[in-house]
């Protein structure tokens, strides 16, 4: 033996990681997956197409597809309106404020749409607040069906929370497009107008694309916000639906398997397309900001706030419904109070699903950190086969939407002893931390990166097993990286909705988002559930901040592409 | 003190063969010198002196143990890296404990023998900082120290000075090779510097393209390299080529500046045979006449350099060839000036033409 095992950089103990970690991700990402493609193509022992041809014969799936397609695209077109010049703007130019503009675009993201649809309900029902001033105000004499059909509210909504992934990558894109590039054009002639189409927009074209296909695959597969403004027609509420009767109607699967192969493809696309182009146009990026003129600076921070405000309508709407005693037919409660937030913390429905919340995405967070370490070690230190495998199945769970996971977790584990039905933690726990995994090696692999072998190879130098290098050495070194990476999966997974939705089936384990669900069918429902709204949105947002401190610029680098 | 013997090495990466089949003896308290251009192949070797690497083929011994498959944290070697690899979330003395935490020392005795290693190398008011508010020189040191606190059997200095400006580089030659004298530490040192190698080493091995072109004391390299790569490596030559016409001590070379005499030495070359002859160019003297005693060769100065404590020639002869000659008496010749330069047979190496 010897010298092959040693060539190829195995060790037992790495074997032993490398297998543990293809035994988990195969367990809990591939086989649920091929799974339930299985399931959708063999039903009774036999190959069939017919759930698929149901889809464009059946008018009604036909139309809940199509709705979820429009859905996605209005979503993706509207945030890029947005964000396009908001990034233009950050991306090109210098001038006072930038930093706290650039930080107040973060701030939409810090409340999950689902619970913002929640107090949105409440703004702009048909007797809610925004038709009540109108008519105050003598504008209009019939309350405007803003929600009306239930797609707009759905897309205001996901626009709203979405918009700054768009914007992150926009800018990112923008960012690398060699300034020197676009001072050449300028220097043959080209003009403003014909510079941003012929050179700098086919430049960041695979940048946007990238973003694009985060929002429109988010938008596509979004549960919590069409559930919540009782949008059925769309197929993440069908597949929610399906889960039921699973076992007799395999078209759950067949949803699930377009659904999952709409978003590979997407995001394979997006890949290729950024490896064509990126490296290309990637220079030295440069000193290629100017400064803004005074006018256009002020009108920058106007355009930026009114965005901001807009966005934070939600999260007022919602902080307003916790503590509105009366309100009825008022634009504004008639009387405040604080009683739901008493509700929250004395409610067994509520205290449960808090406590749940905590303990899970406490676990998860350790399993992601645990397994976040092992993964960016071994891919930074060493040259073992199959690397390139463990990455990208690393990667997969941001192209695999929270829903597909579940769906798959409830069908394939049914029976066995993991079945979600007797008792979801454990299921809940891998999904919450496969989910959020991907964040959590971004963040541990830029450690290992930034940090020199040769401190390892000092320790070793002076008697530390491998093993005991990276604790002692590394780890402490990396810590604000893992720190970081830790509060983004535990904010997240504090607000997990789809997973929590689907695997969750008894109300004593049921988490922070499906209690907020469960609640909206009681009378005071919408109350308690905004209170525990606001009391999640302070909670990822402190997670938020605290990551940002943490990791200073690299923050954003973790919601790109 | 160890003695290490390196035994038909070799260790490759892809296709390439950074170290190809090499075999050494250094011996216990040797300050031992791996000295190549970049890529070479020395710093792999020191790797696997260290532990970093396997090789493929061939044994490390240090002293009668075999340790090719030891990894790294069981090789009791003490290694300087060249940037030094201090850990900067250690204080300097926690540095330098580490080792001696790994390999259970127990506290007071860990505490003495950080002082005292600390003392060695002068930085025992500085023990509570952290690295990163050191000096360059400073830092150097604490690597130097958390290597010999260990009192490791080998010390393995990886370029150690490449980081440090060049005044200070001298003055950390004097302290490792004091270091060396006062401990008398096993060391192999790695560097690119010839001047390094030449004013510290106790042997030298050149190596080129993974494999070692010679081994031997600092004088045998520079007054007698075995071939053209060591002779320009170690400083600056003139290479003349020519033909031996003549095998007898001294031998006979013909070359376009003449006929020139050449003390055999150890050189095996035969009438016939294309060589060169090696003349540094401190070796070559100006002189008024011509003398039977003595090889001579008549030329113009072309560029003059003026550099302190010497002057440095450019002289092209009548033929063509173009000689560096090194002038430390009479000087303040000028540019265009006729000379006449000689130098003795024993003044010049004959080196086989590959």
Redesign the interface.
């Known amino acids: 033996m010897?010298?092959n095992m040693?060539?190829l950089d195995l060790s037992p103990g790495r074997l032993a990681m490398i297998l543990c970690l293809l035994v988990f991700f195969g367990v809990f990402l591939i086989y649920p997956l091929i799974y339930m493609t299985a399931n959708a193509f063999i039903v009774n022992g036999k190959f069939t197409t017919e759930f698929f041809r149901l889809m464009i014969t059946d008018p009604t799936q036909w139309n809940t597809i199509l709705n979820s397609v429009n859905l996605g695209l209005a979503v993706t077109l509207v945030t890029t309106i947005i964000s396009l010049p908001m990034a233009a703007v950050m991306a090109r130019h210098e001038f006072r404020g930038k930093a706290l503009l650039n930080g107040l675009v973060l701030v939409p993201m810090v409340l999950p749409p689902f619970v913002g649809a929640v107090g949105m309900r409440q703004m702009f029902a048909r007797f809610g607040s925004v038709n009540l001033w109108l008519l105050d105000l003598g504008l209009i004499d019939q309350p405007i069906d803003w929600l009306g059909g239930g797609m707009l509210g759905v897309v205001i909504m996901e626009v709203l929370h979405l918009y700054p992934i768009m914007f992150l990558n926009v800018t990112a894109a923008l960012a690398n497009v060699d300034p020197s590039l676009e001072e050449a054009a300028r220097g043959v002639g080209a003009g403003r107008v014909s510079l941003f189409r012929r050179i700098t927009f086919p430049l960041m074209l695979p940048g946007y694309f990238a973003g694009a296909v985060i929002v429109f695959i988010w938008a596509f597969t979004d549960l919590g916000t069409p559930l919540v403004f009782e949008y059925r027609q769309v197929v993440p509420v069908q597949i929610f639906d399906m889960l039921s009767d699973v076992h007799e109607n395999p078209m759950g699967y067949a949803l699930v398997v377009l659904m999952l192969v709409m978003t590979l493809v997407f995001f394979g696309l997006a890949r290729n397309f950024m490896s064509g182009h990126a490296m290309m146009s990637r220079g030295h990026v440069t000193g290629a900001s100017s400064p803004l003129s005074r006018p256009a600076t002020i009108a920058t921070h106007v355009a930026f706030l009114g965005i901001t405000i807009l966005a934070l309508i939600p999260h007022f709407s919602v902080i307003l419904t916790s503590i509105a005693d009366r309100w009825y037919m008022t634009p504004l409660p008639s009387l405040y109070t604080s009683k739901y937030y008493a509700m929250v913390f004395d409610h067994e429905l509520t205290t449960t699903s808090i406590r749940n919340s905590l303990g899970l995405s406490a676990i998860s967070t350790a399993l992601d950190v645990v397994i976040g370490i092992w993964i960016a070690y071994l891919l930074t230190r060493t040259r073992i086969p199959g690397r390139q495998v463990l990455d990208s199945l690393a990667m997969l769970p941001l192209a695999v939407p929270g829903i597909i996971i579940a769906f798959g977790y409830v069908g394939t584990f049914s029976g066995t002893f993991l079945d979600a039905r007797n008792n979801p933690v454990p299921l809940l726990i891998i999904a919450y931390a496969v989910r959020r995994l991907p964040y959590m090696v971004r963040a541990a692999y830029a450690g290992f990166q930034q940090t020199?072998v040769?401190?390892e190879?000092?320790?070793?130098?002076?008697?530390?097993?491998?093993a005991?290098?990276i604790r002692?050495?590394t780890i402490?070194?990396i810590f604000a990286n893992l720190v970081a990476g830790g509060i983004l999966c535990f904010s997240f997974a504090m607000l997990e909705v789809s997973d929590s939705l689907i695997l969750a089936f008894e109300q004593r384990y049921y988490p922070i988002t499906k209690a907020i669900y469960n609640l909206m069918t009681r009378p005071d429902g919408p109350f308690i559930a905004s209170a525990m709204g606001v009391i999640g949105m302070a909670l990822l947002m402190a997670g938020l901040l605290i990551a940002g401190r943490v990791l200073g610029r690299r923050m954003g680098e973790l919601f790109r592409a | 003190m160890t003695s290490i013997t390196i035994d038909s090495v070799l260790k490759s990466f892809g296709d390439v063969r950074a170290v190809n089949k090499v075999s050494v003896s250094i011996e216990a308290g040797e300050l031992f010198f791996l000295l190549g251009p970049s890529g070479c192949g020395k710093t792999t070797l020191l790797r696997l002196l260290a532990g970093f690497y396997t090789p493929e083929s061939g044994r490390i011994l240090f002293d009668d143990s075999d340790v090719s498959n030891t990894p790294p944290h069981k090789r009791n070697t003490g290694m300087v890296f060249q940037n030094y690899a201090l850990w900067p979330h250690m204080t300097v003395s926690q540095n330098l404990a580490f080792g001696l935490e790994m390999h259970k020392i127990p506290g007071d005795q860990r505490d003495e023998r950080v002082r005292r290693a600390l003392e060695s190398v002068r930085l025992d008011m500085l023990a509570e900082r952290y690295p990163n508010q050191l000096s360059g020189g400073q830092q150097q040191r604490v690597a130097l120290a958390r290597a010999l606190v260990l009192e490791p059997g080998v010390v393995l200095l990886d370029e150690p000075l490449s980081n440090l400006d060049a005044r200070l580089r001298l003055d950390m030659r004097h302290e490792i090779k004091r270091i060396h004298t006062e401990t008398g530490i096993t060391m192999v040192y790695v560097t690119h510097d010839q001047d390094e190698a030449l004013s510290m080493a106790d042997r030298i091995a050149v190596m080129r393209d993974g494999v070692i072109e010679q081994i031997g004391s600092p004088h045998e390299l520079y007054d007698a390299p075995a071939n053209r790569f060591v002779a320009q490596f170690m400083g600056e030559t003139n290479l003349i080529e020519g033909k031996v016409v003549s095998g007898d001590d001294p031998i006979v070379v013909e070359t376009d500046l003449g006929m020139f005499n050449v003390a055999s030495r150890k050189t095996t070359a035969e009438i016939g045979d294309s060589v060169y002859c090696s003349i540094r160019p401190e070796k070559i003297a100006c002189i008024e006449n011509t003398t039977a005693a003595q090889n001579t060769v008549a030329g113009k100065i072309e560029e003059v350099f003026f550099l302190g404590d010497h002057e440095q020639y450019r002289v092209v002869s009548a033929s063509g060839e173009v000689l560096r000659v090194s002038n430390r008496d009479s000087r303040g010749r000028v540019k265009g000036t006729d000379i006449l330069l000689g130098f003795g047979p024993d003044d010049a190496v004959v080196l086989h033409g590959n």
Not at chain 1, 457 to 466: D, I, L, Y
Request: glycine share 8%; charged share 15%.
């Open positions: 010897g010298t040693r060539a020199s040769s401190l190879e000092a320790a070793q130098n002076v008697g530390a097993s491998p005991r290098s002692r050495i402490p070194l």
